[in-house]
Structure formats: C-alpha cells, structure tokens
C-alpha cells in the first residue's frame, strides 16, 4: 500500500458493462474524478449532445413538458452528496455463485451531485391526483434476449421517493458537467437506493398512474430466493467495508498501524461499526468520522497492533441508525444483490 | 349597496354549523377578518391552547414525529393566498332539492395562510417508499347516527397533492394566529380543493400503505349520481359568481354602472369570464383582474348601462385555462356538491 496511490477504476474480467474501484487508496469521502465505478445495461455508451437534448415530462400531469439542458439548468439547483452502490457489489462472495456481473467489493463510489429536485419539475409539470409512480427512461437501449425485442434501461420511483427533495435530476459531478459514462447530459440520482435507480441518459420521465411492471424492476432487480415471494431491490442495505489494509497485505508483528475503511447504509445513519483482528472472536468499535451529508458515507478507523507473526483475519461490521446490522451469514439470492455479508481480509504479520 | 359596507358572516338558518359571507360587499381579494365563512362537522367548535398541543405524524413514515407548535413554526415558513369554497355552496340551486346544509353563494373566502409546506414535515419524518396517502385527522370528532359511533373528522391527501410545496400545515391566517373557528392552532390548507380538505384543529397525520376509505371520503363528499359510479369531491369547479349589483338591487335606466364579481377554479387559471345582461341572448368578455396567486380568485367587471325600465337578467360564466366551462344545467348530485351551474341575478332598472 502506498500513500500516493488514488483509487482506480478497473474493469470486470469479461462484463465489459462493468468497472470497479477498489478502495485500497481511497482517502477522504470523494471518490477522485475518473475512478467513480460504472455499470452499464446496454453498450456501447451513449455519446449525447447538449443540443438538441430534452427531457419530455409526461403521463399523469397537468401540463406535459420538454425541457431543454438549459431549461434544466435554469431551474433552482439542489446539491446532495451521495454514495451509489451497485445491487450486485459483492456478488462474488456469493455461494452458491450468482448469476450476473461479478463485482468484488469496489462497485461503490462517492460524489457531490448537482441538479434540479425531481420535485420541482414534477411540481412544474402538476401531478395529476392519480399519480403513483414516475417512470424514467433513459437512451441507452438495447435487445433484450428473454424478451425477444429492443428495450430501454427503465425504472420506475414511488411517488414518496420521486418527491423527496434530495431525489436529483443531476447534470453536474463533482462540479463539473457529468461524464459521458456517467450519464451526460442529465440522469437520476435517487440517494440512499441502490445505483440502477439513478437512471442515465435520461430521455423521458413518465408519471404513471398505476405500479410499473418491466423488464429492470421485475424480472431484474428482485430479490429472489426459492420459496419466497420476490422483493424489489430499493434500498442499500448497511454496510462497512475495508480500505487498508488490503486483503493480503503484510503487516508487521508489533508495530501499531491504523485500520481504516468506509461504511454506509439506504436505511439510516451509520451508528455504529465494529471490528474484529481475531477471526470474530472479539470486537471493538471503530471510530467513526461524520458523513459530508445524510446519504453518503462515513469513515471509520481503529489502532491495531498485529500481534505474532502470521495470518490475522480481520472482520468489519456496520450498524445503521435503524437498528440493521450487516449479517455475519450471506443472504443469499438467485440474482446475487445486496450482498452485505460481514467483510473480511486477511493480512499477513511478520 | 353601500360602499362602506363590509362582508359578514351570516348563519344558515336551521344550520350551526354553517355560516357564509354573501359577495355583495367584497372589495378586493381579501375577505376581512372575521368575514371568512365557516363549515364545521361537529359542534362545539374545538377551543385548544397552544401549549400542550402536538401533531403527531406516524404510520409508513421512517421517524414518527410529534411536534409541538413552537417546533412546527421554527420550521421555514411558507405563505399561500388561497380561495377556500364550500363543497356545498350553491347547494340551494340544485332542484330536486340536495341533502345537506343550504348554502347559497356565499361559502367561499379567501386569506392568506402562512404555516410549513406538509412536505417540508413529511421528509422529516422520512416517508416510506410504499407511502400512498397522508391521512389528516381533526380534534373535531361527535356521534355518527349512520355508523352508531364516534368519529374525528378525518380526510385523506393523495401523495402527489399532500406533498405539492403549496399545501400547508397552516398556523396563520391574515398574518395572525388561526382563530379558533378556522382551527386554532394549525390546521390543513389545501389549495384548489374544496374546503373539507383542509382539515382544522388538526391532532395527527397518518401516513397511510394504502387508500384510506373513512366516513368522509367515502359516504360524505362524493358525487354520487344514481346509475352511475360515484367519484369523490376534490378540486373545486370553475365558478364566477356576482358581487355587485346583488340579487334584487333596484338600477337606474340609462346610468352606467360596473357589474362585478369574482372567479376561481381548483383546476387551472380563470381565463374567461362572459357576463349576459339580457338573459343569455348574449355574452360579452368581462374584464379580469390577475389573481393574487395561483390558487385565489380573480375579480371581473363589466360596465353595462341598464335599458328600458324594468327586472334584467344577468349572468355569468366562468372559463379556465384547462377549458372547464361552467354548464348552463346544473349537475345534479344527491349530495348536492360542485354546484358550479352559471350564477344569475335579477336586478330591477327604473
């Protein structure tokens, strides 16, 4: 490990539509322009233009709308720093293995977002009272086999999400006007839900007045484990993961060094993260830096001496406000999402 | 007329629970204090303090909350100059005869609320992603016969309108404290519906998983025509009503005078308003003045010089910016509700 490493974005071996960023050097909350891990639906990319681009509002409104990007940036903004996880970060730690891209545990990433509150252009637009979901479609389409026919990446809000204030049309990251691969020129950003809500590209936002029921919210994105009812992935579910060491580093027995990583959870405030050198036999609490805002996440830190030289396996465990705690046992699924299992790293003293 | 006269607020006979304000003396948007007409479900009208007081806010929310009136009005503020109107008002020009209190024109006012956007409160409290409706619940509560219980007075808001920024938890009236008929110390306002919506001396809110189908949404306060499917009573109707001269004045044959009034419409902008002075042989184009907000009523005027000697005919008719135009036949309904058929006086020229 180096100190002036910065995170990099590395591709899935074979799932081009997958990049992540291992956090072995991340410092601080943002993650640095470029290395923000990306997970796409369709390829190749879309490559849009400012001009010409517009975002059509319509369905169960008063008064349908098309805005242009400047339509768009003229609107009062609204700033939310937000951490995305993918639903499928940590698919690997799966057993037995998941279908689907398999992400080790770097598809999460963290950035200020800038835009216009859903809200106000929805308020602009004027719900209709039948109102129930809002439906955002974006350009990057593609055929989808099971189907035998072409789709957009699509995926719908509840009313209560879509109107939360913090709920962004977003042209801006990090202060700059958002990458091609991130979305460009305006996408969705849902904070506190799992990265396929924050749709890209986004081309058209339909107000529904009844559940919405395609291909990325019913076939994917489901949790799905035999003899149960399927759930929809919305939320991230609580989580604190490892910065440094990384797994397999060596230490060395005797000298103190700090363990540090990052936490965060859909469902409330970080409260408590705890950490175990031991194999789970015993667990302290970390120390925990406040998050920059209410839906990314925080930093957490504990002083530790490696004892006898040899393998330590080191554990991390998240609390959130709302009282979940990361499971020690994997919730396993058909489809291998919110993978939020207890972390784990080995390092070797010597 | 006079015009040192003020508007006052007068009983219905055989009605406590109703008093209205006829037009014939209103001067510019604002009905005065103590003017404003007033519907209560059960009598005696609530008389609360300030202290003590909480509004609960529970049900599919993430953090109930109780908030006392000093917590509600440390919260950023939001004013809206709003038309409240009657359900019933006009209910006496329905023939056959409809059930309920025998408004004539006059169960409509206007004031300027000032209190918290009920969103601002509702992502405080967190709503829940399968949050549908916002049910808010009165201290106003007395025997219903039909039902051989008691019951508050308690209505639902689809989440689309509860969380529009414009419908308050409303503290103030007129830049002084709710009086206690208007629903001391807070109470709903929701703008471009029927008054019933805006619940008064307000004790709680629900936040409800599913539609709520209570006395008052669903036996009360729907248009219930027989052979057809009944539909609740929400935005109010189209409506331009008279001011001056009254019903009955005595004119003078051949002297110019301004016939004018007052427009409003829950679903849109007035756009038009046509006045007839022979009858309904003819209409001409009145003139608007703008509304002082989105949700309150315009005035019209019209100067008209009276003909030969004898009784004229005026009326009037009301046009919004969503092309609802008042009906010359009044819409029967059992209940007697949404009466908007076109407003009539008879003056007598000599």
């Given at each position: 490990?180096?100190?002036?490493?910065?995170?990099?974005?590395?591709?899935?071996?074979?799932?081009?539509?997958?990049?992540?960023?291992?956090?072995?050097?991340?410092?601080?909350?943002?993650?640095?322009?470029?290395?923000?891990?990306?997970?796409?639906?369709?390829?190749?990319?879309?490559?849009?233009?400012?001009?010409?681009?517009?975002?059509?509002?319509?369905?169960?409104?008063?008064?349908?709308?098309?805005?242009?990007?400047?339509?768009?940036?003229?609107?009062?903004?609204?700033?939310?720093?937000?951490?995305?996880?993918?639903?499928?970060?940590?698919?690997?730690?799966?057993?037995?293995?998941?279908?689907?891209?398999?992400?080790?545990?770097?598809?999460?990433?963290?950035?200020?977002?800038?835009?216009?509150?859903?809200?106000?252009?929805?308020?602009?637009?004027?719900?209709?009272?039948?109102?129930?979901?809002?439906?955002?479609?974006?350009?990057?389409?593609?055929?989808?086999?099971?189907?035998?026919?072409?789709?957009?990446?699509?995926?719908?809000?509840?009313?209560?999400?879509?109107?939360?204030?913090?709920?962004?049309?977003?042209?801006?990251?990090?202060?700059?006007?958002?990458?091609?691969?991130?979305?460009?020129?305006?996408?969705?950003?849902?904070?506190?839900?799992?990265?396929?809500?924050?749709?890209?590209?986004?081309?058209?936002?339909?107000?529904?007045?009844?559940?919405?029921?395609?291909?990325?919210?019913?076939?994917?994105?489901?949790?799905?484990?035999?003899?149960?009812?399927?759930?929809?992935?919305?939320?991230?579910?609580?989580?604190?993961?490892?910065?440094?060491?990384?797994?397999?580093?060596?230490?060395?027995?005797?000298?103190?060094?700090?363990?540090?990583?990052?936490?965060?959870?859909?469902?409330?405030?970080?409260?408590?993260?705890?950490?175990s050198?031991d194999g789970g036999a015993s667990w302290?609490?970390?120390?925990?830096?406040?998050?920059?805002?209410?839906?990314?996440?925080?930093?957490?830190?504990?002083?530790?001496?490696?004892?006898?030289?040899?393998?330590?396996t080191?554990l991390?465990r998240?609390?959130?406000?709302?009282?979940?705690?990361?499971?020690l046992?994997?919730?396993?699924?058909?489809?291998?999402?919110?993978?939020?299992?207890v972390?784990q790293?080995?390092?070797?003293?010597?």
């Amino acid at each position: 490990m180096s100190a002036t490493a910065t995170p990099q974005r590395v591709p899935v071996p074979g799932h081009p539509e997958g990049c992540e960023t291992p956090l072995t050097a991340q410092v601080g909350w943002q993650t640095p322009p470029g290395a923000f891990y990306t997970r796409s639906h369709f390829l190749p990319t879309p490559v849009l233009a400012a001009e010409g681009w517009q975002l059509s509002v319509e369905g169960a409104v008063e008064r349908p709308l098309a805005l242009t990007l400047d339509e768009l940036r003229a609107l009062p903004s609204h700033t939310v720093i937000a951490t995305l996880e993918c639903a499928g970060n940590n698919r690997t730690a799966l057993d037995p293995p998941a279908d689907g891209i398999q992400f080790r545990c770097g598809a999460v990433s963290t950035a200020e977002w800038r835009g216009v509150s859903l809200a106000t252009v929805l308020h602009e637009a004027g719900l209709r009272s039948d109102a129930q979901e809002v439906l955002g479609e974006g350009t990057d389409r593609g055929h989808e086999k099971s189907l035998g026919r072409e789709i957009p990446f699509e995926r719908s809000l509840p009313l209560a999400k879509a109107l939360d204030p913090d709920t962004l049309l977003a042209y801006e990251m990090n202060g700059q006007p958002l990458p091609d691969e991130h979305g460009f020129p305006a996408r969705l950003i849902v904070p506190g839900w799992y990265g396929m809500a924050s749709v890209k590209w986004l081309a058209k936002l339909q107000v529904l007045d009844r559940p919405y029921g395609g291909f990325f919210q019913k076939t994917k994105y489901i949790y799905e484990v035999p003899g149960q009812e399927s759930t929809p992935v919305r939320t991230m579910r609580v989580k604190a993961t490892f910065a440094q060491p990384a797994d397999g580093d060596t230490v060395t027995a005797g000298a103190p060094i700090t363990v540090r990583g990052y936490a965060w959870s859909g469902e409330g405030a970080v409260s408590r993260v705890a950490v175990s050198t031991d194999g789970g036999a015993s667990w302290q609490d970390a120390e925990l830096t406040a998050a920059p805002g209410q839906w990314a996440w925080c930093e957490w830190s504990l002083e530790w001496t490696p004892g006898a030289a040899g393998a330590a396996t080191l554990l991390v465990r998240g609390t959130d406000a709302a009282g979940n705690v990361q499971p020690l046992d994997v919730p396993w699924n058909r489809l291998g999402y919110g993978n939020n299992g207890v972390q784990q790293i080995t390092v070797n003293a010597r």
